[in-house]
């Protein structure tokens, strides 16, 4: 057995200050999207000293945020101007899927992982603790505030939007005449499906006020012929009827198991015979383990879920699954955070 070679002290330290500062890392993404940083760039490139006029900041403060931002990959210099990268360039209005509504995980979830301790120990999430209410008045003053739930809105689609460009591309629709997105917010999975694959019909099915801007986003992109949002209750159904597809993303990873198997039940009793159901989630190793950021994830979701919800191993979507009726469950990973997890009613 070889002997285990003793690591240097400094690689441990640098990689705990990797560890460390990593709330830096978000914070800096965080603060270069609420100054407009990306946005400004998307219309000219400009030297340190240009950007900080522009965005009435402290010329040398700007100097350091750029500097930080091209470290991390969202900025490219060109001696002494900087412009947007790649990734960068997805943070702006004139992408074609905005990704700068991510920017909004960092209020108020930054705050509520200080108590992350907390959550361990008492194994509950912590929004009194760290804001004084709980979720559900959280998620009340939301769905009546028009301006921050068309902001959440956006965040919904800006995570949903290129896993359904992918989801598009991976799964054969062909067999399908028309889909459910079952609490799909604003469509961003069930939309880009519906352009990609012209036969398709959708039904868009969430709260009321949430389908008020799934129509506009629908119209938006010119599926209003073919796709419709239609309200529905999640928990005591029932669903709206007439689709033989349904997805069902990033749902089940906010409820308990017993909440999970109702939702799931309500999909079986919506679907005919050789229906088939999507259900996108992260999907944890049958060990528990997985990437980075499918854990973080699930810690997260101890942090701000009252029922309970967590990150599942593909085993125990199997599970859910086979007991709601679905056979023939197969697991297929994805680009990005989620994997497509496909089931069948017999």
Known sequence: ??????????????????????????????????????????KEQASAEGLASRLKLHPVGCRRLLMALKELGLVEQDGAFFRNSDVGSFCTSRSPISLDALSMFGNPFYHMWEFLPDALSEYSPRWQQALGTTAREVFAALYEDPVRLRRFTSLMNATGNPQGQEIAERFDFTPFTCLLDVAGGPGGIARPIGRRHPHLRGIIMDMPAVCQIAEEYIHADGLGDRFAAAPADLFDGPYPGGADLIVLSSILHDWDDDTGRKILRHCFEALPSGGAILVVEAVLNDDFSGSRAALMLDLHMLIVCESGGRERSGQEFHSMLQEAGFHQVEIVPLLALRSLIIARKP
């Open 1 to 42: 057995m070889t002997p285990a070679r003793a690591l240097n002290p400094n690689a441990a330290l640098n990689q705990l200050w990797d560890i460390s500062l990593a709330f830096g890392v978000s914070q800096t993404f965080f603060a270069a999207c609420k100054l407009n940083v990306f946005e400004e760039l998307s």
